[in-house]
């Protein structure tokens, strides 16, 4: 028999949360960051500006791209069904409303990540952009709840859940996951919706975060759900 561990101690005493009703009226769609800004080719233009050699970078973002591509089309077969049957779509974007570092959150800034709002690495893939009669969000910051009015919105709409999708998982993802629970929503993660640095850290986080601050289901499971 192995030996038990701290995280199986837990995870024994530990009550799951609740499943909860997925209802157009009081579930939102949440898009964080599906920019391009997270591309293979917008790390690899970085990577070259920092003197970095285009063919180690070209190997490093082989598996990043494919994980990539799958997060966007799976979140593009989610946000088509839930615009098919009313649900509210919600576009977090990352983006200053000026280049003026004094306009960027200071965690930001002390990282010289600086996203004005029109810059082409900061635009939407072509796939999830939002729609007339959606929402965007814009945030200088990590957590979506944290940098704009999203909270306010929500609970004026009588929203109780969210579906959360998008870019980075150990990023972004996961502060506005942990805060949108916080806060009292029903958190639905999408597993193969969303991806993070790398996969180490975007399971990492599944499995530390799951039935704890939030639901994991993959993209079929939500299908079937909605």
């Known amino acids: 028999m192995e ?24 579930t939102a769609l949440l898009l964080i960051d599906m920019q391009k800004l997270v591309s293979s080719e917008a790390l690899l233009r970085e990577a ?3 003197g970095l050699s285009e063919k180690e970078v070209r190997e490093a973002l082989r598996e990043y791209d494919q994980r990539v591509e799958k997060v966007v089309e799976n979140a593009q077969k989610i ?19 000026t280049s003026n570092p004094r306009h960027t959150a200071k965690i930001n800034r002390k990282a010289e990540f600086i996203v004005p709002m029109d810059a082409e690495r900061g635009k939407f893939f072509e796939e999830v952009k939002p729609i007339k009669g959606e929402l965007v969000f814009p945030k200088t910051n990590g957590g979506a709840f944290t940098g704009t009015n999203l909270d306010f919105v929500l609970r ?27 806060l009292g929503y029903d958190v639905l993660l999408v597993e193969d919706a969303c991806t993070g640095t790398t996969q180490e850290n975007h399971d990492a986080v ?21």
């Not at 615009?83 to 409303?97: C, E, P, T």
């Not at 530390?208 to 601050?213: D, G, I, K, S, T």
């Open 156 to 182: 004026n709409m009588d929203i109780e859940s969210i579906i959360v999708m998008g870019f980075l998982t150990d990023q972004c993802v996961l502060a506005t996951t942990i805060h949108g629970g916080d």
């Open 206 to 226: 599944v499995r530390l975060a799951r039935e704890v601050f939030l639901k994991v289901k993959s993209t079929d499971e939500v299908l079937r759900t909605l």
């Open 3 to 26: 030996k038990l561990t701290m995280e199986d101690l837990f995870k024994a005493l530990a009550k799951p949360l609740p499943d909860f009703e997925i209802k157009s009226g009081k």
């Open 79 to 97: 946000l088509q069904i839930c615009r098919k049957k009313g649900y509210d779509v919600m576009h977090i974007k990352l983006g200053a409303q």
């Open 48 to 50: 070259l500006d920092a």
